[in-house]
């Protein structure tokens, strides 16, 4: 069974970093390009990043970029979402999500975990 | 504002048949696949459907879904009220290089 559990998250003062870890399981995580996406509490989905499966390929939304970096450790099978200066409209529930085989959309999902930027 | 439209929410019927437009442009659904995803409430998104039309194993043959031109649909059909969600389109845009959602659709049953 396809599983992705990502923790880190938490309460963090505007400008502030936190770093977001996602473990997968049930498939072979380095045959598998990874995505983040978000969710604004009672809001709609938003693309972050995507990840090769090698990590030497990287894409980032506009809102995010030069600010967050995703990455991966495909021998400790983690994946990685680093976000720096962070701003009150990065709050959100962070997920981490499979690429499906031919990608570039996701098929398996993780429980997601919430960043809160706040003073 | 999402890069592909869809209406805010849909309603019916148990037994009824509802569908949600997701609307785009020629760099993303008219140029890639078009997936759905189900969002039950307090849930993470689900895959409902994928590559335009296909259905994951294990997801109800109730839910169809097809694109024409910059333009896709998702149908639901004898609608239950375990089918009350937040449904998204979502496709690549070679534009932005990068992942588009549809603003989601709620699906209530009345």
């Known amino acids: 069974e396809v599983k992705l559990v990502e923790s880190g998250g938490g309460l963090v003062q505007p400008g502030g970093s936190l770093k977001l870890s996602c473990a997968p399981s049930?498939?072979?995580?380095?045959?598998?390009?990874m995505q983040w996406v978000r969710q604004t509490p009672g809001k709609g989905l938003v693309w972050v990043s995507r990840?090769?499966?090698?990590?030497?390929?990287?894409r980032y939304a506009d809102s995010v970029k030069g600010r967050f970096i995703i990455s991966r450790d495909n021998a400790q099978n983690t994946l990685y979402l680093q976000m720096n200066s962070l701003r009150v409209d990065d709050t959100a529930v962070y997920y981490c999500?499979?690429?499906?085989?031919?990608?570039?959309?996701?098929?398996?999902w993780g429980q997601g975990t919430l960043v809160t930027v706040s003073s | 504002q999402s890069v592909l439209t869809q209406p805010p929410s849909v309603s019916g019927p148990p037994g009824q048949r509802v569908r949600i437009s997701c609307s785009g442009s020629s760099p993303n659904i008219g140029s890639n696949y078009v997936y759905w995803y189900q969002q039950l409430p307090g849930a993470a998104p689900k895959l409902l459907i994928f590559?335009?039309?296909q259905r994951p194993s294990g997801v109800s043959d109730r839910f169809s879904a097809s694109k024409s031109g910059t333009s896709a649909s998702l149908a639901i059909s004898g609608l239950r009220y375990d089918d009350e969600a937040d449904y998204y389109c979502a496709t690549w845009d070679d534009s932005l290089s990068g992942v588009v959602f549809g603003g989601g659709t709620k699906v209530t049953v009345l």
């Open positions: 990840i090769n499966t090698g990590g030497g390929t990287t």
């Open positions: 590559r335009n039309f």
């Open positions: 049930g498939f072979s995580f380095s045959s598998y390009s």
């Open positions: 999500a499979r690429e499906e085989d031919s990608g570039p959309l996701v098929d398996y």
